[in-house]
């Protein structure tokens, strides 16, 4: 009896597997979504520039170890509407598709949807997903911050600079008590963690 038992719960987990396109080791693997946190442009740039800015490091890539550009990103974008590009990756069976707001104070990366990504909306809010999404979603936002800190580099700062409010600096610290285990068994460093988290 029991071996029948163990022989249907691998017939199912084998079919589980098959019917999600992922490995058998990672067949049902998801952790809380590790949305990332906005960007902030922290000089004066129209929303032209900064649509052109997102979209070129996106259609070209930027490498974050490496100053210089790298030859594609991965990610598809779209532009939507002045103001929205969505993008998507693919990775063998795997798509990955975020929502890209921005104006002229802020870049904001937001789930759209995804495939074989084992993503599930609880009734609480709660949002979990497969690990991997997270990180390509926290290595997006890493690229886009280096796209806007190069715009910025040479350009005054915005003069409409405000101290963070009280909204903001709870997202940080709920960022920093409630996101970073989950960023660090992601594999991050601290230095990646400290950048997800300081905007």
Known sequence: MLSNTLSRKAVLLAMLTVTSGLPLSEAGRSAPMLEPLPITI????????????????????????????????GWVPSLLQPDLIEA???IRSHT????????????????????????RKYRSGAKNI???ASKWMLNL???????V???CSNRPLATETQPPSPASEQSLINCTLAQIDGMRSLG?????IEAACSN
């Open 149 to 151: 800190s190069r715009l």
């Open 88 to 90: 998507t990756l693919r």
């Open 96 to 119: 990955l598709t975020v929502r890209i707001h921005f104006d002229k104070k802020q870049v904001r990366i937001n789930y759209y949807d995804s495939i074989n990504l084992n993503y």
């Open 188 to 192: 991050l460093s601290d230095n990646q």
């Open 42 to 73: 922290p000089c004066e740039a129209s929303t032209e520039e900064i649509r052109d800015t997102l979209l070129d490091v996106l259609e070209s890539g930027v490498d974050s170890r490496r100053p210089a550009l790298v030859q594609g990103s």
């Open 141 to 147: 936002r890493n690229m886009l911050q280096i796209a």
């Open 130 to 132: 497969h690990p991997n």
